[in-house]
């Protein structure tokens, strides 16, 4: 089961539609209002990047490798759908989360060490915890997911693809960067693994300058990468439809199958690389031929292109609502809850 999506928990249980996830938040809120009219709060994506950015400060000091950090920031996404964000610490949830990503990704970390980086990182939201705390939140955790705790990633997707479309060390990077981002909206909510992982492939191919490849949000591309993005799912959309209808039928989205030039079944990619482009054509810019090839390979494989629309819109979206984003303004929001409740004793 933990190799394979399909059968995983994650697919049954934490992937959800944004109606249903939107109704989840608003149960939580709507069982104590008072509490959400007391301590207002910043919308939830600049709250993200606020917390994005707290367990990078604590992995760094850690080592911790990146494959553990998105597994915990996946933990700290699936907690806050069954735990109102302001009930809690969210500072010992991230060092919990990390500290329990770090024991199921193989790499752990030492509970006295994690306590001691976090008091250094936050000595006036962090002060009163000690071993014993974290451990009975990362019980806390373990029940509100259910002990669920098996998270596929997009990396794997990037990783055996890039080789398949022939991306450049700054497209590949441009890709890695854009899976990072996504931890900071509800994408890992939403969407399977290998859709997001796509999706980046898409946006390091179209949307990023190569100079600012590794600038995270600053590096989105232009308007003109953006129409050569929306262009090219649309004709991968409409190439699937017709080969759907010239077949007589559809797999259906989201359940890709073996195709001539590449597949995916139960989170694996294999390829027969070499091949020229689809419709038979050899275009002399290689950004074009890479585009083309990377439609054709999504028109014959039943991805779920809809899904990666919505995906690309997603991302671009939360690039322009980090520009507004303004760090002390969330600090100070989730500092006076915690402090006028006591959460951090």
Same mark, same amino acid.
């Given at each position: 089961?933990?190799?394979?999506?399909?059968?995983?928990?994650q697919?049954?249980?934490?992937?959800f539609?944004?109606?249903?996830?939107?109704?989840?938040?608003?149960?939580l809120?709507?069982?104590?209002?008072?509490? !959400?009219h007391?301590?207002?709060?910043p919308?939830?994506?600049?709250?993200?990047?606020?917390?994005?950015?707290?367990f990078?400060?604590?992995?760094k000091r850690?080592?911790?490798?990146?494959?553990a950090?998105?597994?915990a920031?996946?933990?700290l996404?699936?907690?806050?759908?069954? !735990?109102?964000?302001?009930r809690?610490?969210?500072?010992?949830?991230?060092?919990? *989360?990390?500290?329990?990503?770090?024991?199921?990704?193989?790499?752990?970390?030492?509970?006295?060490?994690?306590?001691?980086?976090?008091?250094?990182?936050?000595?006036?939201?962090?002060?009163?915890?000690?071993?014993?705390?974290?451990?009975?939140c990362?019980?806390?955790?373990?029940?509100?997911?259910?002990?669920q705790?098996?998270?596929?990633? $997009?990396?794997r997707t990037?990783?055996?693809l890039?080789?398949?479309? /022939?991306l450049?060390?700054?497209e590949?990077?441009? @890709?890695?960067?854009a899976i990072?981002?996504?931890?900071?909206?509800?994408? $890992?909510?939403?969407y $399977?693994?290998?859709?997001?992982g796509?999706? @980046?492939?898409?946006?390091?191919?179209?949307?990023? /300058?190569?100079q600012?490849?590794?600038? &995270?949000?600053?590096?989105?591309? /232009?308007?003109?990468?953006?129409?050569? @993005?929306a262009? *090219?799912l649309?004709? *991968?959309?409409?190439?699937?439809?017709?080969r759907?209808?010239?077949?007589?039928?559809?797999?259906?989205?989201?359940?890709p199958?073996?195709?001539p030039? &590449?597949?995916?079944?139960?989170?694996?990619f294999?390829?027969? &690389?070499?091949?020229?482009?689809?419709d &038979?054509?050899n $275009?002399?810019?290689?950004?074009? @031929?890479?585009?083309?090839?990377?439609?054709?390979?999504?028109?014959?494989?039943?991805?779920?292109?809809?899904?990666?629309?919505?995906?690309?819109?997603?991302i671009?979206?939360?690039?322009?609502?980090?520009?507004?984003?303004?760090?002390? !303004? !969330?600090?100070?929001?989730i500092?006076r809850?915690?402090? *006028?409740?006591?959460?951090?004793?």
């Amino acid at each position: 089961m933990a190799a394979n999506y399909w059968e995983s928990t994650q697919r049954r249980y934490w992937q959800f539609t944004k109606e249903e996830l939107a109704a989840m938040r608003q149960k939580l809120e709507d069982e104590d209002p008072n509490l !959400v009219h007391m301590y207002p709060l910043p919308q939830l994506r600049h709250i993200n990047i606020y917390l994005n950015q707290q367990f990078n400060r604590l992995a760094k000091r850690l080592g911790v490798r990146q494959q553990a950090l998105a597994t915990a920031q996946v933990y700290l996404k699936r907690f806050y759908t069954r !735990v109102e964000i302001r009930r809690t610490n969210p500072y010992l949830l991230v060092a919990t *989360a990390l500290y329990l990503a770090c024991k199921m990704e193989e790499c752990p970390q030492h509970i006295r060490l994690i306590v001691q980086e976090a008091r250094g990182l936050w000595p006036e939201t962090f002060h009163g915890q000690d071993t014993s705390k974290l451990g009975e939140c990362e019980f806390f955790l373990i029940s509100e997911m259910s002990s669920q705790l098996i998270v596929h990633q $997009p990396y794997r997707t990037l990783t055996q693809l890039q080789g398949e479309f /022939n991306l450049t060390p700054e497209e590949s990077q441009a @890709a890695w960067q854009a899976i990072n981002d996504h931890y900071m909206t509800d994408l $890992p909510l939403l969407y $399977p693994p290998h859709i997001i992982g796509l999706t @980046a492939i898409l946006l390091a191919i179209t949307c990023y /300058n190569r100079q600012n490849a590794a600038g &995270g949000a600053n590096a989105a591309g /232009n308007s003109g990468g953006l129409v050569m @993005a929306a262009n *090219a799912l649309a004709h *991968a959309q409409a190439q699937s439809q017709a080969r759907a209808a010239a077949m007589g039928g559809n797999s259906g989205p989201g359940t890709p199958n073996l195709t001539p030039q &590449g597949s995916f079944a139960g989170g694996n990619f294999s390829s027969q &690389g070499g091949r020229e482009l689809g419709d &038979g054509s050899n $275009p002399t810019d290689p950004k074009i @031929a890479k585009m083309q090839r990377f439609t054709n390979w999504l028109a014959e494989s039943n991805i779920d292109i809809e899904g990666m629309i919505d995906c690309t819109q997603e991302i671009i979206s939360f690039y322009d609502c980090h520009e507004q984003y303004e760090d002390l !303004v !969330v600090r100070d929001n989730i500092k006076r809850f915690i402090k *006028a409740r006591g959460l951090d004793k």
